[in-house]
């Protein structure tokens, strides 16, 4: 794996691109994988329409007060508690089946919102939407003809 410093293998980028430092921060994040490393639960992030996503995680056996999605800023963290049991008798031969609690965090990015949430059938659904502001969109310049002054 190559291991790499942001500021000089994006240095090119900072040279004809103005305010992408948050690009960085996100790069910077992404390489670290702040936790998340061990894959578990399993998700998918689909694209639903040009401005609408949906993430997708399998949390099979967790009910839906073992959940908590919270949205705060740019970061959207998912967290699965699974109350510990103190009386657990059972033996298993194999436990294929994770029974732990997790927590995973998304990075969203600007305008992005969580729009709402579903479980069914073991997948939890969070869907979200990005919402530009009217400043943001693209709009047409008028080019004026340049005036002749006399002397």
Not at 7 to 25: C, T, W
Not at 33 to 40: A, E
Not at 138 to 144: A, C, L, T
Request: aromatic share 6%; glycine share 8%; charged share 30%.
């Amino acid at each position: 794996m190559r291991n790499f410093t942001i500021s000089q293998d994006l240095a090119p980028l900072y040279r004809s691109a103005i305010g992408f430092d948050r690009l960085a921060r996100m790069a910077e994040h992404a390489a670290s994988n702040s936790g998340n490393s061990n894959g578990y639960p399993p998700y998918n992030i689909e694209l639903m329409g040009e401005n609408r996503y949906r993430i997708t995680m399998a949390v099979a056996g967790f009910a839906m007060s073992e959940l908590e999605i919270t949205s705060e800023g740019e970061k959207l963290l998912v967290k699965g508690n699974k109350p510990t049991s103190k009386k657990d008798d059972k033996k298993y031969l194999h436990q294929g089946i994770a029974e732990r609690g997790f927590e995973r965090t998304f990075q969203l990015a600007d305008h992005v919102r969580v729009v709402g949430a579903e479980l069914e059938n073991g997948l939890l659904n969070i869907d979200l939407v990005r919402e530009l502001p009217e400043a943001m969109k693209p709009r047409k310049i008028e080019i004026n003809q340049a005036r002749v002054i006399e002397d």
